[in-house]
C-alpha cells in the first residue's frame, strides 16, 4: 500500500475546486483580495486525505461520490464554517454519507482536513466497537462537537500528516497501513466516543494480555495499532487498558510503543554506515523525531544516535579483526603494532 503525496501551491480560488480528492466541487469566492494558499493530497490505499489552508471566505458545494463516505475538520479559521449539518468549529467532526451534496460556507485564514473513505474501510476500523459502528451508518449529514477531541487530537492530526506528506512515499507497506489506522483511529474518535460500547467477547485480564502479547511477537517487526487489536480481539478500549494496567502495570499503548523501540533499538545494533535513524524510527512507527528521540533515550538511557555510533565502532574493529587474521603471522604482528601507534 504505497502512499503516494500530491502538494499544490495556489494563487486563485479554481484550485479550491478539487479541496475533496477525487470529486469536484463548485467554488464561489466570498472574500475579498488574491485567494492564496496550498493543498496536500495523500493517497493511502483505501483512504484519501486532503490538507491545506485558503487566504479568503468561500461558498463550496459538490456531490460526493455513490461509494465515498467523507470525515472533515476545520484545524484553524478565523471564525465557523456553515453546512446543512450546522456550524462547524475548530475540532469538530463533519460526517458525510455517499451520494450527499456539501453546500458549506467556509471562513477567511481556514485550514482544513477531509478524509475519504470506501465505507467498508470505516466498517473494518469501527468493527470492535457495534456502537460507534451503528451511529456511523445512521449519519446523513452530521457535525460532531468535541472539545475535549479539539484539543488533544487537531495538532496531532497535523503533524501526522505534515510527516507523512514528507515521508510517505518511501515507507513500506507495513508501516503505511499502520499510520493509515492511526488516522482512522483519530479521525474517528468523536464517533467512538459518543457511544456506549457492548463488547461481545470477555476474557480474564490474563488471558487477555497473554494473548495479545502473543499476537504482538508474532506481527514481528510490523507496527501494529492499538486499534487493530480491538478489533482482533474483540475488547473495548477500556478493557484492553484495564488488563495491561493489572497484568503488566503499565497501558497497553506504552508496552505497544516499547515494543515498537525495542525493534528500532535492534535494527540500529545491526545497523551500518548507511543506516538512516529518521527511516528507521518511521518504518516502525514514528515520525516525530524529537518526541521518537526523547522517548527512545528515557527506555534505553541512550540516544539512538549512540546506539548506531557504538554499532558502527563494533563494526569497524570486527573488520579489523578479520583482517588480521587472514594475515600471515609476521604481517599481522606488524599491522597490530602499526594499529597500536595510531590509537596512541
Known amino acids: 500500500m504505497p502512499i503516494t503525496v500530491k502538494k499544490i501551491p495556489f ?8 479541496i475533496v480528492q477525487d470529486n469536484r466541487s463548485d467554488i464561489v469566492q466570498l472574500g475579498r483580495g488574491r485567494m492564496t494558499g496550498t493543498m496536500t ?20 458545494r459538490g456531490v460526493l461520490g455513490p461509494t465515498q463516505m467523507m470525515l472533515a475538520m476545520l484545524t484553524e479559521s478565523r471564525g465557523p ?16 454519507a455517499p451520494g ?12 482544513f482536513l477531509v478524509a475519504v473513505a470506501e465505507p467498508d474501510a470505516l466498517t473494518a476500523h469501527l468493527a470492535s466497537q457495534p456502537g460507534a459502528l451503528d451511529r456511523l451508518s445512521r449519519f446523513r449529514v452530521a457535525v460532531l462537537s468535541d472539545s475535549g ?10 503533524q501526522l500528516i ?20 492511526n488516522l482512522l483511529d483519530l479521525l474517528t474518535a468523536p464517533i467512538r466516543d459518543a457511544v456506549s460500547y457492548h463488547g461481545a467477547r470477555v476474557l480474564a485480564p490474563d488471558r487477555l494480555v ?5 499476537y504482538l511477537v508474532e506481527a514481528g517487526s510490523r507496527p501494529v495499532s492499538v486499534m487493530e487489536l480491538l478489533a482482533v480481539f474483540r475488547v473495548s478500549r477500556r478493557s484492553l487498558h484495564r488488563a495491561f494496567h493489572d497484568v503488566l502495570g503499565i497501558a497497553p499503548v506504552t508496552f505497544n510503543r516499547n515494543r515498537r523501540l525495542g525493534h528500532v533499538h535492534s535494527a540500529l545494533k545491526a545497523g551500518g554506515p548507511h543506516t538512516l535513524i529518521s527511516l528507521v524510527a518511521a518504518e516502525h512507527g514514528f515520525l516525530q523525531h524529537g518526541k521518537f528521540t526523547q522517548e527512545y533515550k528515557r527506555l534505553f538511557g541512550e540516544l539512538p544516535s549512540d546506539t548506531l555510533r557504538k554499532a558502527l565502532h563494533r563494526s569497524h ?6 583482517t588480521l587474521w587472514g594475515m600471515p603471522l609476521l604481517k599481522r604482528f606488524s599491522a597490530v603494532a602499526a594499529l597500536i601507534d595510531q590509537v596512541i
Do not use: M, W, Y
Request: no cysteine.
Open 100 to 111: 450527499e451534496e456539501r453546500f458549506i460556507r467556509f471562513a477567511d485564514q481556514t485550514s
Open 11 to 18: 494563487g486563485d480560488f479554481e484550485a479550491l475546486q478539487h
Open 162 to 181: 505534515d510527516k507523512l506528506s514528507e515521508v510517505g512515499p518511501i515507507l513500506p507497506d507495513d508501516a503505511a497501513a499502520f499510520f493509515q489506522s
Open 41 to 60: 493530497h495523500l493517497a493511502l490505499g483505501p483512504l484519501a486525505l486532503s490538507t491545506g489552508s485558503f487566504s479568503h471566505a468561500v461558498r463550496a
Open 149 to 158: 477531541f479539539a484539543q488533544t487530537s487537531v495538532n496531532k492530526l497535523r
Open 81 to 96: 464554517a456553515v453546512n446543512r449539518g450546522g456550524i462547524i468549529g475548530v475540532g469538530d467532526l463533519e460526517v458525510s
Open 210 to 214: 497473554r494473548e495479545v502479547d502473543q
Open 317 to 322: 574493529f570486527v573488520q579489523i579483526g578479520l
